[in-house]
T-cell receptor
Framework: NAGVTQTPKFQVLKTGQSMTLQCAQD?????MYWYRQDPGMGLRLIYY???????DKGEVPNGYNVSRLNKREFSLRLESAAPSQTSVYFC????????????FGDGTRLSIL | GENVEQHPSTLSVQEGDSAVIKCTYS??????FPWYKQELGKRPQLIID?????GEKKDQRIAVTLNKTAKHFSLHITETQPEDSAVYFC?????????FGAGTQVVVTP
């Protein structure tokens, strides 16, 4: 039981390149989330998926797209990376959307030059 | 939208003393308030959470209090130990949409 698994763990991109961050959970959770964490700030919600087949914008969705591939997998795509997107990205999942604990993956450290 | 403020930003305590972190929120619709602990380079881990129908919750050395009228909630750690050193985040929200505070760096000195 691995929980929430994110790949890759580290990535360096050049400005304008595209990239997809992968996330998978094995807890049979319905809801999944993508956050970014910048120094000195808390986590900010980018997109979330309340259940398979649905996605919604969070606090900072600009420059990102998501796909809920199936119940287990939720990917985050940067179509044209910008230096402002340099951050640590965390994926999380919860049993349902309604006030349930969110369990986080180990994060992806992304640098954009 | 929701806005969460967290204080203090850093907290240094002697081993065995208590630590208190306070958060305020703005959206009265928020009804879920989790607290996360994050060690350097690691994932955030849930340590305790409280829902709006409860005023206080305790789990061993950790307790959380919620005042919905004043829109603030607090984390209390008693008998602190060196392994409590980490960054602690509060969050507030509902229906999975959480707004996080900026974090409190807690340093427990032996």
């Amino acid at each position: 039981n691995a929980g929430v698994t994110q790949t890759p763990k580290f990535q360096v991109l050049k400005t304008g390149q595209s990239m997809t961050l992968q996330c998978a959970q094995d807890m049979n959770h319905n809801s999944m989330y993508w956050y970014r964490q910048d120094p000195g700030m808390g986590l900010r919600l980018i997109y979330y998926s309340a259940s398979e087949g649905t996605t919604d914008k969070g606090e900072v969705p600009n420059g990102y797209n998501v796909s809920r591939l199936n119940k287990r997998e939720f990917s985050l795509r940067l179509e044209s990376a910008a230096p402002s997107q340099t951050s640590v990205y965390f994926c999380a999942s919860s049993e349902s959307q309604g006030n349930q604990p969110q369990h986080f993956g180990d994060g992806t450290r992304l640098s954009i030059l | 939208g929701e806005n969460v403020e967290q204080h203090p930003s850093t907290l240094s305590v002697q081993e065995g003393d208590s630590a208190v972190i306070k958060c305020t929120y703005s959206d009265s619709a928020s009804n879920y308030f989790p607290w996360y602990k994050q060690e350097l380079g690691k994932r955030p881990q849930l340590i305790i959470d409280i829902r709006s129908n409860v005023g206080e919750k305790k789990d061993q050395r950790i307790a959380v209090t919620l005042n919905k009228t004043a829109k603030h909630f607090s984390l209390h750690i008693t008998e602190t130990q060196p392994e409590d050193s980490a960054v602690y985040f509060c969050a507030a929200g509902s229906w999975g949409k959480l707004q996080f505070g900026a974090g409190t760096q807690v340093v427990v000195t032996p």
